[in-house]
């Protein structure tokens, strides 16, 4: 549905863009990631039309950005990381007025409005004046005129920024209900623990281009990270230690806080044989959990912090 | 939700789809915002105060109980309209200015264009939505006159075809001046500076250009062509505007000396402007979109801060475009002041409309940068974020305004002297009194550069808006220099009737009216001055967010 073929953005010396691949499935919604600076906000504005490649190309529902933009426009949402509204005008007449632009005939516009309203939850606020809602509100307002005429793939550059925890749990809720309306989802965001749940496929890019994209299960074994176990037992861990330690398949076992953290050999994740030799060995068990790798972890790792 | 379905022939033909969603948006908008009734209200206070004007200026010829009193009434009737179309030919054109560069910036800079151009509304519409939407209020505005010209259409001496051209001339001309408006709104995108360099363009397009073509022209024995000079007409609106008959008194009758027809100047105006605002439109996505940051971060900068704690040379003065420009325009003046000394020795008496127009222009536009300058250094980092920064410092609060008044004059010195040089040079080579007049208007600059230095740090402490403190500014200048102690104060234009028409007064008299009104203008601006400068020491610290 999304696709770049070595896509590159200059503005004048500096490479906001090199040569980036990407590949997006119908359906799908797609982590965008990266430190500021490193292109990803330069790369939605290609795909939405706002700027042109310097080379390269990029498709959206197999048209290409460059030449058939105003077919791509019909099947693009865009929400941008700052959305300025039009002063004194209120939110129907906001959604109204982006309704026109992209032609929905005036008839149908008051029952598309309704229904976007609906769908994100803004009712209540219908002739409130646009510049008076709340910035969490207004993002909603984003999200509502990205949805006004139905497109299939949506772009959204940063939605949750600036919202406080419940409206970030309803952001990620109404994400979720577009995928399950089949829309295909573009999200950047630096709130990498939220991607982590929503997120089928992501893509790290730093200076311009890709250091990791797949799904987050794959980020284990291109990092090179062994499975971790968290450990926890009853009474003085030295024993459990010593048990753990001497086995072939652990690599190292450490202490933290009231818990040992087991790093097993490169390969090895069977974390039976640790319950087993606990037991046998006469320790007291209290847990055994395995340890997720985060998405933050993967982007310290991936990303060295560089920016244009 | 989607349904973009084929249009019928009729909807394809509707001028609202011909302008856009956008016309729809901007009529709805504009009825809401409360500076839509402030322009209109301020439009009809300085029309009644030009109308009141013009009428007491003739005062001494109305008496209908003398012959010589019926006989010049239809001179009475001339001077009124006259007066109200030259009014509406300037309002006009700064309104369309104003609104579109307003309109079109605001949205650029608030991120709004952006989102507007995803979506398959083309930049044509946009701008096409803008032309009409300011047109039409604009329309709205000119109208209101009507019925005051109908009125002294009475007494004679006016014609409906040139009130009918002065009026096609004038929307041609705000028509133009709006996609100027438009385009250099694609390059400045605060209105204050769209306009200025729209004020510029001016000077060059219809002062510079014509006063270099005259006198080259004039070397050539080509100026008194009948063709030379309709063509000077019919690329000029200002020059048309004399030649639709409208601002010349008397009204001609039988034929002019040169061809000139309104109607082909309307279409002349028409077609230069289409061609900007192809170019506006061509310029408009690139706009939007060329920053690689694209939108406006209002927060402070870190250079900002410390650059304001550390002289208070910062603000929007420092802009560097303004700095080259000022030496350009240093030359430009430079080469006016030669053209009219030239022309002067050679005894060509027609560059100093010239160079009235010229001088005038460029001091108004001088004094605009100084008020940009000064209030927008205040107001801009309110806008910023920058001011409560700046105020935690150890700097006092008089040195603070000490520096910003005094970056604001060093950053526009040498459009403020050139703006001077060329007027020193006029009145130098038209005035009789040379040394007087000199001496006079030096002073009176001065006093007028205090005053909106002052009135800028004052409105640039009171109010939030680098826009609204900018215009406060401008207007106390203009309100205390034209209409108290100026040209549109009735009183001053019923002592000069009564000087002009009265046989026992002489033009010395009349010198020293002016030279009276012009030493209560100067004292005005000081004393003035210093109020406002008391005042903003005293409320710095009041409005601070």
């Known amino acids: 549905m999304i696709e770049t073929k070595k896509l590159t953005r200059n503005f004048g010396n500096l490479v906001a863009v090199s040569e980036l691949d990407l590949h997006i499935e119908a359906g799908d919604i797609f982590g965008f990631i990266g430190p500021n600076g490193a292109g990803k906000t330069t790369t939605m504005r290609i795909l939405v039309t706002l700027l042109e490649p310097t080379s390269g190309s990029a498709f959206i529902d197999g048209l290409d950005v460059s030449k058939k933009g105003k077919e791509v426009r019909r099947r693009v949402g865009y929400m941008p990381d700052f959305m300025g509204v039009y002063d004194d005008l209120k939110v129907f007449e906001y959604l109204e007025f982006f309704a026109a632009a992209f032609g929905i005939e005036y008839k149908k516009r008051k029952a598309i409005v309704d229904g976007v309203l609906e769908l994100t939850d803004l009712v209540s606020k219908r002739s409130a004046p646009v510049d008076s809602l709340s910035r969490g509100m207004q993002q909603r307002l984003g999200l509502a005129r990205v949805l006004i005429h139905d497109p299939k793939v949506l772009v959204l550059d940063e939605p949750a920024s600036g919202l406080d925890p419940r409206a970030r749990i309803e952001m990620r809720e109404l994400l979720r209900e577009l995928k399950r309306m089949g829309k295909t989802i573009m999200i950047s965001s630096h709130i990498l623990s939220e991607l982590e749940e929503i997120c089928d496929r992501i893509g790290i890019i730093e200076r311009g281009q890709f250091v990791f994209s797949g799904s987050i299960e794959e980020i284990r074994p291109r990092l090179g990270l062994h499975s971790k176990v968290r450990v926890k037992v009853l009474g003085d861990p030295g024993r459990a230690t010593e048990l753990l330690a001497a086995l072939p398949q652990i690599e190292r076992v450490e202490a933290v806080n009231d818990y040992l953290s087991v790093t097993f050999r490169e390969g090895e994740t069977t974390d039976g044989i640790i319950a087993r030799t606990l037991v046998h060995g006469g320790v007291d068990l209290v847990y055994l959990q395995p340890e997720q790798l985060k998405l933050d972890d993967a982007f310290l790792q991936l990303t060295k912090g560089i920016v244009h | 939700m989607q349904s973009t379905g084929t249009i019928s022939l009729l909807q394809f033909l509707s001028p609202l789809r011909l302008a856009g969603p956008v016309f729809d948006k901007e009529l709805r908008v504009a009825s809401r915002r409360p500076r839509s009734y402030g322009l209109r209200a301020g439009y009809l206070a300085l029309l009644t105060i030009v109308i009141l004007s013009a009428w007491c200026r003739t005062l001494a010829l109305q008496n209908p109980a003398t012959a010589f009193g019926v006989s010049r009434l239809a001179y009475v009737a001339w001077r009124t309209t006259a007066t109200v179309s030259a009014f509406q030919f300037v309002a006009a054109q700064l309104l369309m200015a104003a609104f579109l560069s307003s309109s079109l910036g605001s949205e650029i800079r608030s991120g709004a264009l952006g989102v507007l151009l995803t979506t398959p509304t083309t930049s044509w519409h946009i701008m096409m939505g803008k032309l009409f939407s300011g047109l039409l209020q604009v329309v709205q505005l000119l109208m209101v006159s009507l019925p005051v010209l109908a009125v002294v259409r009475m007494f004679g001496g006016v014609s409906w075809g040139s009130v009918c051209a002065s009026f096609c001339i004038t929307i041609t001309a705000a028509i133009f001046a709006g996609t100027i408006g438009l385009l250099l709104s694609t390059y400045w995108h605060h209105p204050y500076d769209a306009i200025s360099a729209g004020a510029i363009v001016y000077l060059f397009l219809w002062v510079v250009v014509p006063a270099v073509a005259t006198t080259a022209l004039a070397a050539t024995r080509l100026l008194s062509q009948p063709m030379t ?37 309307c279409l002349f105006m028409g077609g230069a402007a289409a061609i900007v605002l192809a170019l506006a439109t061509r310029r408009l996505r690139r706009s939007v979109t060329a920053n690689a940051f694209w939108r406006y971060h209002d927060e402070p900068s870190r250079s900002d801060t410390e650059r304001s704690a550390g002289a208070g ?16 325009i240093g030359v430009t003046a430079l080469a006016v002041c030669s053209l009219i000394l030239m022309s002067d020795t050679a005894g060509l008496r027609g560059i100093q409309v010239y160079a009235y127009y010229f001088a005038w222009g460029l001091w108004t536009v001088a004094l605009l940068r100084v008020a940009v300058s000064v209030a927008g250094a205040i107001a801009g980092e309110k806008e910023s974020g920058a001011w409560p920064v700046l105020l935690t410092t150890p700097l006092d609060d008089d040195q603070i305004l000490r520096h910003k008044a005094g970056a604001g004059l060093r950053n526009n010195a040498i459009l403020l002297i050139s703006a001077q040089a060329v007027e020193i040079c006029f009145l130098a080579t038209a ?15 001065v006093a007028s550069i205090f005053l909106v230095v002052a009135a800028g740090l004052y409105f640039g402490v009171r109010l939030r808006s680098t826009t609204t403190a900018v215009v406060a500014t401008l207007g106390t200048y203009l309100c205390v220099n034209y209409v108290v102690c100026g040209h549109y104060n009735p009183l001053f234009g019923w002592m000069f009737s009564q000087l002009l028409y009265n046989s026992r007064h002489t033009s010395t008299h009349l010198a020293l009216l002016g030279f009276g009104m012009g030493s209560v203008a100067l004292v005005l601006d000081a004393t003035l001055g210093v109020f406002f400068v008391r005042q903003a020491v005293r409320t710095m610290r009041v409005n601070i967010f």
């Not at chain 2, 609106?237 to 001609?252: D, E, H, K, L, Q």
């Not at chain 2, 040379?313 to 350009?328: E, I, L, T």
């Open chain 2, 313 to 328: 040379w910062v603000g929007p003065c420092s802009r560097r475009w303004w700095r080259r420009g000022n030496v350009a």
């Open chain 2, 229 to 265: 000079q309709a063509v000077l007409d019919l690329t000029n609106p200002f020059r048309a505007m004399y030649a639709s008959g409208v601002w010349a008194w008397p009204m001609p009758s039988g034929g002019q000396r040169h061809f000139f027809s309104w109607l082909v100047h």
């Open chain 2, 431 to 445: 005035s009789p009194s040379k040394v007087l007049s000199v001496g006079q208007g030096v002073l009176s600059a």
